[in-house]
């Protein structure tokens, strides 16, 4: 482009000005993106046919739970800049809703799912309204402490079944209203991916709509937000609430389609930090990161617990330790970044 | 269109600004002096909403505003350009842009407001969409302006403008906020090299430790022997 001089005439309308028109933060997917998206999409809808093994069908459910929960601490930690380490919460609550009000009262998972949803936003907002007035790393602080405060109060509780958890019946007979399937595991793959695929299309109207800006706004420069007339607070109650409602929906799942849970399963720090990690490995603040790095991950979790023998050793913990090292110090941006630089010509993405 | 009355601040328990007044009439523009540590920058974000003050009496345009938040104080097109620039290093220039026309009272005109924009500052248009990070720092004051002017201000609060900034950048900033200024936009604006400020404002306040210590029309200030005894200690 031509470097224009500085001195502006006012008045004379440009064509360059002209584009102002357009809402700035729109962009349309190009011809070829679409292509791949398609293609993406009937590879999705094709892989467990193919890779029919109830075991190949296994890991891409679990890549799904974990992708739609690393989604949510997506987007409140990569998009609005809130670290938050208990995101066990939720996803626990989550899968005691569906699991317990199902076991005890007959209730159909898929309300259950509704009910844990509506708790952990509620929790979700008790947790934000005192922490986000706070500066600086006390919301994360916040965060850890009331994971393990879940924690330990689901390990004492024993109306909901205390450290021995919530065994949920058995149902053949009406897989839909039990949210159970035990023919074969499409049903768990589909509606995995049907609610990833919901959550990215949340996270792309994010993206272009006046809340995402705000978000990165306020992850980058807060008080230039506030002094922009951002009510900070606000939007990061929105963010908060965006990320325990994912996390709660994928805790659901879980829970049906293990049908044993527990304090340890669904409640523990280690799922907290694992969610931080694949979100971190594969792309911080994008869109497809969550994805990649649950993708990477839980699959490599999977491959050394068959490798070096699964005695419930740190070994796979050990490798994607290494992993996020080698990430953070070589290419900061993730997975993504990295893949972009090896595939994308610049201009291209 | 500006009056505060004897402003207090505190950080904490140490008080910052003791008993500070001021005002701006409709399409003026004053200036802010000062050594660093005066209290300057307080002062701006005491009127803004960012540092709710402790005691005193601020009005814009013969409403309270004292003490709200900033949201509802830029909505009455009260607008704050903070020091230093902070503009959204991982947005394109053109969503910094449009971060500053979000609220309801800029929201409807926002894309008229952008041409305007964009005719004050060509270069922004040009570079709409390259990342804010990735610009010049004369460039990225430029950007830090056209985002507040967004907002659509009727006062507009300018913290250090020129800071940083090479003298061929600096003068341009200058003849922009000029030109601003020559579209009815009332400026209190903070500079610490007293020419300069008093060359482009029509009034100036002294600040000394939080206290106003010397006001007047910038012709009085410059010549005045206790302006020069605070800025060269002589």
Not at chain 1, 59 to 77: D, H, K, P, T
Not at chain 1, 325 to 340: D, E, K, Q
Not at chain 2, 60 to 83: A, N, Q
Not at chain 2, 122 to 140: C, F, K, T, V, W
Request: hydrophobic share 50%; charged share 15%.
């Amino acid at each position: 482009m031509a470097q224009a001089p500085h001195a502006p005439p006012a008045g004379e309308p440009r064509a360059e000005l002209e584009r102002a028109r357009a809402e700035p933060v729109r962009t349309p997917l190009s011809a070829k993106q679409w292509v791949w998206l398609a293609l993406a999409g009937v590879a999705l809808i094709a892989w467990p046919h193919v890779f029919d093994a109830p075991y190949q069908r296994h890991v891409l459910v679990m890549v799904f739970i974990y992708a739609l929960m690393a989604q949510g601490w997506n987007v409140l930690a990569g998009y609005c800049g809130q670290i938050s380490l208990g995101q066990a919460v939720y996803f626990g609550i989550g899968a005691y809703s569906a699991g317990f009000l199902y076991a005890n009262y007959h209730i159909s998972p898929w309300l259950g799912m509704l009910v844990g949803v509506g708790i952990s936003v509620l929790v979700a907002l008790a947790i934000g309204l005192p922490t986000f007035r706070l500066r600086g790393h006390y919301f994360a602080i916040a965060t850890l402490v009331i994971g393990e405060i879940g924690h330990t109060l689901m390990l004492n509780w024993e109306f909901v079944g205390g450290a021995t958890g919530v065994w949920i019946p058995i149902d053949r007979d009406s897989p839909w209203y039990s949210f159970q399937f035990h023919d074969n595991k499409l049903p768990n793959y589909y509606i995995g991916l049907g609610f990833l695929t919901a959550a990215c299309l949340v996270v792309v109207w994010l993206e272009r709509s006046k809340a995402g800006l705000y978000f990165r706004a306020i992850r980058d420069e807060p008080d230039a937000a506030r002094s922009l007339g951002v009510d900070v607070t606000r939007y990061k109650l929105v963010a908060i609430m965006i990320s325990a409602a994912f996390t709660a929906v994928a805790g659901a799942q879980f829970a049906q389609y293990v049908l044993v849970i527990d304090p340890e399963t669904v409640f523990p720090l280690l799922l907290s930090i694992l969610v931080v990690l694949m979100t971190m490995l594969g792309g911080i603040g994008t869109l497809w990161g969550p994805i990649i790095g649950a993708g990477v991950l839980f699959p490599l979790s999977e491959a050394t617990r068959v490798w070096l023998g699964g005695t419930g050793g740190a070994e796979d913990l050990m490798i994607y330790g290494a992993l996020i090292l080698l990430i953070s110090v070589f290419w900061p941006g993730g997975l993504l970044a990295l893949l972009r630089r090896l595939f994308v010509r610049s201009g291209d993405a | 269109m500006l009056e505060v009355e004897d402003l207090e601040v505190c950080y904490g328990d140490y008080q910052v600004i003791r008993g500070v007044s001021l005002h701006v009439a409709e399409g003026e523009i004053v200036s802010v002096l000062g050594p660093n540590g005066a209290g300057k920058s307080t002062v701006l974000n005491a009127i803004s909403g960012l540092r709710p003050p402790r005691a005193g009496r601020i009005e814009f345009e013969g409403e309270p505003i004292g003490g709200r938040p900033p949201h509802e104080i830029v909505r009455r097109r009260l607008v704050h350009i903070m020091e230093r620039r902070r503009v959204f290093p991982y947005l394109t220039v053109r969503q910094n842009l449009w971060l500053g026309g979000y609220n309801p009272a800029a929201r409807d005109a926002r894309e008229e407001t952008l041409r305007h924009v964009y005719a004050l500052f060509p270069r922004l248009a040009e570079r709409e969409d390259q990342l804010a990070h990735s610009m010049s720092g004369g460039e990225q004051q430029m950007l830090a302006l056209g985002r507040g002017l967004m907002a659509r201000p009727r006062l507009l609060l300018v913290d250090e403008p020129l800071l940083g900034l090479s003298p061929a950048a600096a003068r341009h900033t200058f003849e922009v906020l000029r030109r601003i200024n020559e579209t009815g936009v009332a400026i209190l604006f903070i500079e610490q090299n007293v020419q300069t400020a008093l060359g482009l404002a029509e009034r100036g306040y002294v600040l000394e430790s939080g206290r106003l210590v010397l006001e007047g029309r910038s012709g009085e200030l410059l010549g005045s022997d206790a302006v020069k005894q605070i800025f060269l200690g002589g």
